[in-house]
């Protein structure tokens, strides 16, 4: 048998990380705390509804395909894709607003909203493709160890083409005037972990994957996904362990020579020997729970400094009838972008009166809920940190926010509720272990970037590993695949002679 690798964690770059490992020869186990692969983006079934828990757009669909393409697969190979048109709805204060997935339609929408920006959408994204294909292409696929990764020369000779320098408040500015169209393209960069004006514009290749690349669905919903990786890791042979809580790494000097952990069913404590381990779970958690302090790479204080991409208050919602004017995504910008923006990213306190953002896959999809019943998941970004998460607050949220929805539609919504569950910071903690209940990891900004990201290897343990979103690239699902691809070509470099 090949060297042993234990993966801590079955979420998206878990499993990518135990597919390039077993495809590399090694014998690959995974550790999960939960009984079902997904991490953040597992699957909830509940009275005849199946809810995404997790994770909801689906972007960068290249990004999946070559994924799949480096086992000799397809995407087709494991779910069927279908592109939403339109790609959602965005609700202002006044009309609502519809993003066509055609590119000439969106360019005569902006136009009607402001003369002259249909061609200024043209040169903003003529130099996000750029971006695009030198971020996804090249800088992601660093592992960020060393400055020296960088020195390509398409890199350095087009560095203030890719706008790292630029926030993108400014560069969104530049190209468009009117206030629906500014935070219509800064939208995308929310979840990214900061203000517009502290990302950089560089970021505006996610408006080229929104735009150009389009907004998919996996059917039978994004844990198709899932399922697909966990069945091609299957065929490579690796072998999943649910239900397995890591409780320590046993070391030897400073190397990782087993992983030990509980079974949450039956309490039996198990040891894993491993020639090297790769931490798929929260990074913090694994530094501060599952390593002494004495081989720790960061400090409590590094991590305390660190700036977090926002946690989410969400909800998962069935009704007992359809709603009729509603598509798969739709996000409430009716209330002020800004103010929701510095209650996240500045004074980090509840938020006042949120944006919101819908997601309704039983528009799309009749699988996911019964017949005639509507599938909703709601979602609230919100500041990670946040202590007081109570029942009293949740609810208080819901009812604000199912009240707009219902102002919106011109329908009624609450007294049809027959399924609610709500899901937020305690939850992530529970859950995931999650760094101050985070749900997107480190925020995307210039100081956090690459080699300024929690490093991939561990300082002080020569053969432990991270992957995921707490470490390079960064948050979001294509990243998060990435990642383990990466991870996976650093052990085989330093382990596998």
């Not at 705390?33 to 995404?52: S, V």
């Not at 219902?406 to 937020?424: C, D, M, N, T, W």
């Not at 343990?461 to 294509?478: I, S």
Request: aromatic share 12%; with cysteine.
């Amino acid at each position: 048998m090949g060297k042993k690798v234990i993966v801590i964690g079955a979420g998206f770059a878990g499993l990518s990380a135990a597919s390039f490992m077993a495809k590399a020869g090694w014998q690959v186990t995974v550790l999960e705390k939960n009984a079902i692969p997904g991490g953040r983006a597992r699957q909830m079934k509940a009275e005849g509804f199946t809810f995404d828990m997790g994770p909801s757009w689906y972007w960068m669909p290249e990004v999946f395909e070559r994924y799949f393409n480096q086992f000799g697969k397809k995407v087709s190979d494991y779910y069927i894709l279908e592109r939403l048109d339109p790609s959602y709805r965005v609700y202002w204060q006044d009309e609502p607003m519809d993003i066509p997935a055609d590119y000439d339609a969106l360019k005569q929408l902006f136009e009607s909203v402001e003369p002259g920006s249909g061609a200024s959408l043209d040169k903003f994204l003529e130099e996000a493709a750029y971006k695009y294909e030198v971020g996804i292409n090249k800088l992601v696929h660093k592992p960020g160890q060393t400055l020296s990764e960088f020195l390509d020369w398409e890199v350095i000779s087009g560095v203030f083409k890719l706008d790292v320098f630029n926030s993108m408040k400014s560069h969104v500015a530049k190209h468009f005037s009117h206030p629906k169209l500014k935070e219509l393209m800064e939208f995308p960069v929310l979840f990214l972990g900061a203000l517009p004006q502290k990302i950089p514009a560089l970021y505006s290749l996610m408006n080229y994957a929104d735009i150009k690349g389009g907004t998919w669905y996996p059917k039978d919903g994004m844990y198709s996904i899932v399922k697909g990786m966990h069945q091609l890791a299957t065929e490579l042979g690796v072998e999943f362990r649910f239900n397995e809580e890591v409780q320590q790494i046993d070391l030897k000097g400073q190397s990782a020579k087993s992983v030990t952990s509980k079974n949450t069913t039956n309490q039996l404590i198990s040891a894993y020997e491993a020639d090297v381990v790769i931490g798929g779970a929260d990074y913090h958690h694994i530094e501060t729970k599952l390593l002494p302090a004495q081989l720790r790479s960061y400090t409590d204080n590094y991590w305390d400094s660190r700036v977090m991409a926002p946690s989410c208050l969400i909800y998962y919602v069935g009704l007992n009838k359809k709603i009729k004017n509603i598509l798969h995504h739709s996000l409430f910008f009716d209330t002020s972008f800004e103010v929701h923006g510095n209650e996240i990213y500045t004074t980090k306190e509840w938020p006042s009166n949120p944006l919101f953002y819908v997601s309704a896959t039983s528009v799309s999809d009749n699988t996911v809920a019964p017949e005639g019943h509507e599938n909703l998941f709601f979602l609230i970004p919100v500041a990670t940190g946040l202590t007081n998460d109570t029942e009293e607050i949740r609810e208080q949220y819901f009812n604000a926010i199912i009240q707009r929805m219902e102002k919106h539609l011109g329908e009624p919504i609450s007294q049809h509720i027959v399924y609610k569950k709500s899901y937020a910071h305690s939850d992530f903690i529970a859950d995931y272990n999650a760094f101050k209940g985070n749900a997107y990891g480190l925020a995307n900004t210039l100081m956090q970037t690459s080699i300024l990201k929690p490093a991939c290897r561990s300082k002080k343990v020569k053969n432990l590993f991270y992957t995921g979103q707490l470490t390079v690239p960064g948050p979001g699902v294509p990243p998060c695949l990435i990642s383990g691809e990466v991870i996976a070509k650093e052990v085989v470099k330093h382990f596998d002679k």
